[in-house]
């Protein structure tokens, strides 16, 4: 294999062959994870230096805190830049001016199945590239996150932690998800894995896609499309939002949406916050037509320190890390080392973004 540079000297754009495919790491992960990547293919040469990059909080994250790069540091970090052809991750230090940085880029592998958001932040300029998310590596922890949520409030643990505090010994009835019906909004990777669960434990689950877009997901009991969904609304139980922020999902459930829903229903949002109105939430809560809301995404964030979701008991919140799983990065990689020996092969990669959908 052609390598790896891991420390030590950077080559120039003039020193480096064009037979070589230069793959920057542009975020943190596991150094024995990566060896996946060069793995991939002889002419593979990847580039890590996390002692240029922001430094993780906690285990998966692509943020972290921006370091204060020395000159000679940012002189290196540059000529990294300069030499790329594909990066794993946007480029932290200057997103925006990543195609005039990285004369030679041709693709980004994103770490997120959602690159909309990201991309939009970034302000990056994406003609001409080739961008490949993360779809699927996220579907696994999300529903669980899912699911944990719906049976919180189910099985009504509030209450149950509120008896503990106060040493009570009350017993009382609590409502069962088998035989509830569920309307799982978005199809990909999460939503599927959601219905799943959901099928497994059973609940009647249905789902709700494109227009013209009809998947046969397996556990599914019925299926409508978004320009459709108040017609399903009146007998669902359980709520649960997995659809990326675009044009046609943005505002997509409000006041009239949480309305119809039946009383004593659960919402679970884990796409974008963008998706759900918060406010008309916060009315439906206050009003007692929900049972209660699981929220792993926000209209804002972080989230401000005055809105009223942080002090409510019938609202469990996750700070957008509800996807961040221990295996995350090691799936990431995989995937990305898979989609590199697609590239060298000249097939099909897989995950590739549209910018006219949004995913």
């Known amino acids: 294999m052609t390598g790896s540079t891991r420390d030590g000297a950077v080559p120039t754009a003039g020193q480096t062959a064009d037979s070589t495919l230069n793959v920057l790491v542009a975020g943190t992960f596991e150094a024995d994870d990566l060896t996946k990547i060069e793995a991939a293919g002889p002419s593979v040469r990847l580039y890590y230096r996390p002692d240029l990059l922001p430094e993780a909080e906690y285990g998966s994250d692509h943020d972290g805190h921006p370091r204060d790069l020395t000159e000679d540091q940012l002189a290196t970090w540059r000529r990294l830049l300069a030499v790329a052809d594909v990066t794993l991750g946007i480029d932290w230090w200057d997103p925006a001016g990543m195609r005039e940085n990285c004369p030679r880029l041709r693709w980004i592998q994103g770490v997120s199945s959602g690159m909309a958001g990201h991309l939009a932040k970034a302000g990056l300029s994406i003609d001409g590239l080739t961008v490949t998310t993360a779809a699927g590596v996220h579907g696994g922890p999300l529903a669980e996150f899912a ?20 040493h009570r010994w009350d017993r009382h009835v609590t409502p069962q998800l088998y035989g509830r019906r569920a309307l799982v909004v978005g199809l990909g990777a999460i939503g599927a894995r959601t219905v799943a669960l959901l099928d497994a434990l059973g609940v009647e689950v249905w789902g709700a896609g494109r227009p013209g877009r009809a998947r046969d997901v397996p556990g599914m009991a019925g299926y409508v499309e978004y320009t459709r969904l108040a017609e399903a609304l009146p007998e669902t139980d359980v709520l649960v939002l997995a659809v990326p922020l675009t044009a046609e999902t943005k505002g997509l459930v409000g006041e009239r949406e949480l309305t119809a829903l039946r009383p004593g229903a659960i919402v679970v949002n884990m796409g974008r916050g963008g998706v759900l109105d918060e406010d008309a939430l916060v009315a439906a809560l206050d009003a007692g037509r929900l049972r209660g809301a699981v929220l792993d995404v926000f209209a804002t964030e972080p989230l401000p320190t005055g809105s009223p979701l942080w002090d409510r008991s019938d609202v469990l919140m996750s700070p957008h890390s509800a996807a961040a799983a221990d295996a ?16 060298l092969d000249g097939r099909p990669l897989r995950n590739v973004y549209d910018p006219e959908r949004g995913y």
């Open 328 to 343: 995350e990065n090691s799936r990431i990689v995989t995937l990305f080392a898979d989609n590199l020996r697609r590239y």
């Open 147 to 166: 699911l944990t949520g719906i049976l919180h409030f189910v099985k009504n643990v509030p209450m149950l932690r509120e008896a503990q505090r106060g």
